[in-house]
């Protein structure tokens, strides 16, 4: 089932950090094209012509699309290596169920820290660190979401990690100040290579962030 592989994708996405990570995960070689989202590629329109976003997985000319569909692809295709989804169906609904949470509520909130100003930022800032207290409940005292082994919902969550130092010089706090244990759980998934080497470099987050703002015209 190797075959062909490539991933569109742009470098400072947490969503393709997840599906490099995975990718890392299992083994996998692969292509990587990096997408200009401001001048998308006639391969990207052709092979995720109902959203036009990246990532998007290329398997032997098939594309499959959105980060936590791609990143269940993998581990369904790759299954010998690194299993990420949870062999007991109530875990594995539970760990869809809390990604779906990171995606409207982590990357949301997220987004508006970097976007506003004012009490629309401090609304976010809020509602963003209400929520990774929710995530860090759901940890506990395990080292990663799915127990002893780096899983599903690690993949979908720690790509934001690498956002932290954007959301924290934007909005002017403190994130392990007021989550240490998600911190310290971000910190353990970082010391694993397939993590490390798929993680933009916060530095380049940044500065795209930067890039943005000005684009938006609210620098």
Known sequence: MAGEVVLLDAYVSMFGMRVRIALAEKGIQYEYKEQDLSNK????LQMNPIHKKIPVLIHNGKSVCESLIIVQYIDEVWKDKSPLMPTDPYKRAQARFWADFIDKKIYD????????KGEEQEAAKKEFIDCLKLLEGELGEKPYFGGESFGFLDVALIPFYSWFPTYEKCGNFNIEAKCPKLVAWAKR?????SVAKSLAESDKVYDFALQMKQRLGIA
Request: hydrophobic residues 30%; proline residues 0%.
């Open 189 to 193: 998934c970082v010391q694993k290579e």
């Open 41 to 44: 590629s006639s391969l990207l």
């Open 109 to 116: 909130s997220g987004r508006r820290i970097w976007t506003t």
